[in-house]
């Protein structure tokens, strides 16, 4: 994991957020089943994860009983020259946080339809991740 100052957080402010987050590590959790199930499925399908391919890869940490996943993995990539507002889902905890804003998508069958964004940018899911560790509910 990267060398963090203790305690520093940034963005994060929502209990319920946080929750989830630590609950991404209790196996068949309400937040688990959330994130294979639906969330990053949708987040694929829609076009939204930066590769596809490693967003599918994510699915393979939950498959333990002993949920163990790198940090990177947790908080996903920075927005590179695109910029926080265009960038695209790269990280676990970006996946559990539903962003405020609304975004136009198109699904498998072609029908467009507007959705609170499913994910957030790294910066906010480095924060909630900060926060969790913090307060001893991650190591």
């Known amino acids: 994991m990267a060398r963090r100052t203790f305690g520093w957080v940034q963005n994060p402010g929502s209990i319920e957020t946080l929750k989830k987050v630590a609950g991404i590590f209790v196996k068949d959790s309400n937040i688990c089943r959330?994130?294979?199930?639906?969330?990053i499925p949708e987040i694929i399908e829609y076009g939204l994860a930066e590769n596809p391919g490693v967003m599918r890869g994510f699915l393979d940490y939950f498959q333990d009983e002993n949920i163990q996943i790198p940090y990177e993995a947790l908080k996903g990539k920075g927005a590179g020259a695109?910029?926080?507002?265009?960038?695209?889902?790269?990280g676990i905890v970006q996946a559990v946080i539903t962003a405020q804003?609304?975004?136009?998508?198109?699904?498998?069958y072609g029908v467009r339809k507007?959705?609170?964004?499913p994910y957030t940018d790294d910066w906010t899911a480095d924060g909630y991740l900060r926060?969790?560790?913090?307060?001893?509910?991650l190591k």
């Open 101 to 108: 804003k609304s975004i136009t998508v198109t699904d498998r």
């Open 82 to 90: 695109d910029g926080r507002k265009n960038a695209k889902c790269s």
């Open 114 to 117: 507007v959705i609170k964004k």
């Open 131 to 137: 926060w969790a560790i913090s307060i001893g509910l």
């Open 34 to 39: 959330e994130l294979t199930e639906r969330r």
